[in-house]
């Protein structure tokens, strides 16, 4: 198993959107670079029902980095969201990969929704997407399911040191699943579900490249 996060296993059209922008790739990744960390955060959150709870300050620069990392988070878990919900809805998916990208799906949902509530009118807006054949073809599917669940479990490794106190828990109850997602899906490849006894922590730095990589987030018409 390699030890860095990438696509190589998904078809490379299909993963950066079917030849989207040529592979201007510094392109690319600047646009995501801006997307997932720019951008001047105001409002705090809020504290509710239903979900993990958590409630943000408003003046502290601690809460203004909760708040740009809660947006970072909420921009993967947009991405995870529309994938799955694209793949059930395309018609490509049977069997155990259908049952799958449903069950993901209302997981992935329910992050966005937790981090909207959290964040409030903070809360970055909905990017758009183009996942090319990866939505429609299940080994395609697949295989991206699997680099995408790996990647939003690296990503919040990578900041639980860097966040407050109290979204210490909130992150934790959500990378626990993104775990359990990634060894679903490894065990549909026929994969070993649990590889290593440590999962990897990668930088924003890090995401953000993976991320850009793929050509998934496109500039909205």
Known sequence: MPDRITLELVDEQAARGNGLDGGHSATR????????????LIAGG???????TVALGNHTSSAARDRDILNFALTLEF??????????????????A???ARVVGA????????????LGSAA????????GETTR????????ARVLEDTGVAAYNGQVDRVSTALVAPAASIVSVEARHAAWVRDILDMTPAPQAFDQARSREQIEQAVAGTGFIVPCP
Do not use: D, I, M, W
């Not at 991405?79 to 155990?96: K, Q």
């Not at 997981?107 to 959290?118: D, M």
């Open 137 to 144: 073809n299940q080994q395609q599917f697949l295989a991206t």
């Open 29 to 40: 990744g600047s646009f995501l670079k801006k997307l997932l960390g720019g951008g001047t």
């Open 98 to 100: 259908l049952r799958f």
């Open 107 to 118: 997981h992935e949902r329910a992050h966005v929704q937790f981090l909207q509530r959290a």
């Open 46 to 52: 809020v504290v509710f029902g239903g979900l993990p």
């Open 79 to 96: 991405l995870e969201a529309e994938f799955y919900t694209e793949a059930e809805n395309r018609g490509g998916l049977s069997g155990e």
């Open 124 to 131: 970055r807006t909905k990017p758009c997407f183009n996942f």
